[in-house]
């Protein structure tokens, strides 16, 4: 009897890389490559603002897409449908007669949760759930301690680690892929389908974003060789203007079109045809960060979504916080600084780093907002969003999450004067009118 695997895309949108689709097409006779539009994305979240905005959405239909296209220059095709995994997934079981499931263990509770229930479902068909870890620079069994014993600062985490671990090669990429003859596929489901209209594009936006691996792997050899801009990151990182300050990867990275074990050993490949610097080892030092978040969210759960953090600390709240709130997220607040940011994030879904430090510390600092709601805000914004990343920085800045220093405050006006002291790009994203007003 042949053997079919389905192979659940999630957030490794990607044919480099991907451990999950390697080890498939070697186990299986084929495989069923399959995604789900989880409609519970695409609504109203908990929290006063949506789950998925219109900018965000977009880039996941393209990413979506461009990975139908790849596995369709191997010889595949994706299966695509708009419904919770739970429910799907067993259907194409049943109607494939599918062998085994195969996927990436995600870390964020509602993604556990999903993978749980889908694990439940196949078991009452007696199907195996086949869990792979596939989404941080170092993997998890090479770390020189167990989840639970991680360190809460990151710099003793950094130091033990790269000292006492590695970073694994990149899998093999997959040279052809077999699905069932019977295999049927509907186009990919576009923006209105999901229940959104089309957004404009702000021409004013640091770099033209499009989803998928194709423009993640262009991206990155434009920054790295074309541009050169590499060698000059760690003096560049805190721009706020233009398209080469940053690597801009992080988009790509957050839906796993861009694999960070991939840009590792590219920039090792820089390091030894071009030049080995601070800048280049910046650039794995901050995907470091990006793991050890998803680390922390491994070792204490869903306490990152509470408002009092894995420390368990009550802040102050003003008592107008939903007024003050709806000022801040429409770039309202009389501030200039905090306001062209909050333009830029709502134009264009992008937002740079010292960007996101400095609003949302305004936001929970200066105005006494509670910062769950910074965070859910940039979740329906951001095209990069990632549960890790985004609750465990934001969780970071308020003084709940991993930051060892007690009330951390970013002055917004010296902020100004350092990183835009010509004002360049406040008057790059607000109309003068917009900034003589303060609070």
Known sequence: MSKLILVWFRKDLRVHDNEVLLEATRKGDAILPVYCFDPRHYGPSEYPAQKTGAIRAQFIVESVHDLKSSLQKLGGDLITVIGKPEEEIPKLVAQYQVSEVYHHREVAWEEKQVSDKVEEALWKQQINLKHFIGHTLYHKEHLPFPIKDIPDVFTNFRKKVERESFVRPCFDLVQAIKVPAAMACAPVPGLADLGYQAPERDERAVWQFK????????RMHHYFWEADALRNYKETRNGLLGADYS???SPWIALGCLSPREVYW?????????????????LVFELLWRDYFRFMFKKYGNKFFHKTGF?????????????LFERWKNGQTGVPFIDANMHELNATGFMSNRGRQNVASYLVKDLKVNWTWGAAYFEEKLIDYCPASNWGNWAYVAGVGNDPREDRYFNIAKQ?????PKGAYV????DQSETSVLV
Not at 211 to 218: A, D, I, P, S, Y
Not at 416 to 420: L, N, P, R, S, W
Request: proline content about 4%; aromatic content about 14%; cysteine-free.
């Open 311 to 323: 420390k368990g600390q009550e802040l102050p709240e003003a008592p107008n916080q939903e007024e």
């Open 427 to 430: 008057a790059y994203w607000l």
């Open 266 to 282: 590219e920039v090792k490949k820089y390091e030894s045809e071009r030049i080995a610097n601070d800048s280049t080892y910046w």
């Open 416 to 420: 100004a004067q350092t990183y835009d």
């Open 211 to 218: 989803g998928g691996e194709t423009e993640g792997l262009k």
């Open 247 to 249: 690597s801009k990867f």
